[in-house]
């Protein structure tokens, strides 16, 4: 590690230590001095770096939601018509329920705090948001709200459930609610 001010990773450090102390313990487990001690960084660089829990928690998050909404890019990027989108879908509800249960713990914390707090939730509409647009590019704004509450919803009773259902039941479910009148939007050809 480096030491003093020569160290430029030591904020990424003390976000990622963040991130990976509310995994373990939850938002309560969050203190300057687990994460300084998770990160390995002195006491002090927890208040030179954030202006206290609430800065770090809401720059961990962003981090968090950033990471996950670069997951959706990826997939639905490759897209080029409404069929790979949906393909895309079934992808993304079935690599994120599979995944870390880290994130499925971290995202609920999320959740949680958004449910209380109104700063968290601005922070989980700009989620929401960021992940419509990309749906948007393929299904009209209202196909695309339903199906981003689908992988939310699916995604965590798949990673929740003892026998999770599979992908058939996963694509049907993506097919049934962009598949009506009007749903695909305009420009997007089906092949």
Not at 147 to 153: F, K, Q, S, V
Request: overall charge negative; glycine content about 6%; charged content about 30%.
């Amino acid at each position: 590690m480096a030491t003093g001010r020569t160290d430029p990773q030591r904020r990424e450090r003390i976000l990622a230590a963040t991130l990976d102390q509310i995994a373990e313990e939850g938002v309560v487990g969050v203190s300057h001095r687990k994460v300084a001690a998770r990160a390995d960084v002195p006491l002090g660089s927890m208040t030179y770096h954030f202006d206290g829990i609430d800065e770090l928690l809401r720059e961990a998050f962003t981090r968090f939601a950033d990471r996950i909404v670069a997951v959706f890019e990826d997939h639905l990027g490759r897209a080029c018509t409404p069929e790979e989108a949906r393909e895309a879908v079934v992808d993304l509800i079935h690599i994120l329920s599979e995944g870390p249960r880290r994130d499925l713990v971290l995202t609920q914390e999320l959740y949680t705090l958004a449910a209380r707090r109104d700063e968290y939730r601005e922070l989980t509409h700009a989620w929401m948001n960021r992940s419509r647009r990309l749906l948007e590019r393929f299904f009209t704004p209202d196909a695309a709200r339903r199906l981003d509450a689908l992988i939310e919803g699916l995604a965590l009773h798949r990673a929740l459930d003892t026998e999770p259902s599979g992908r058939e039941l996963t694509r049907q479910a993506v097919e049934r609610l962009t598949s009506g009148p009007g749903d695909v939007a305009q420009g997007t050809r089906s092949r």
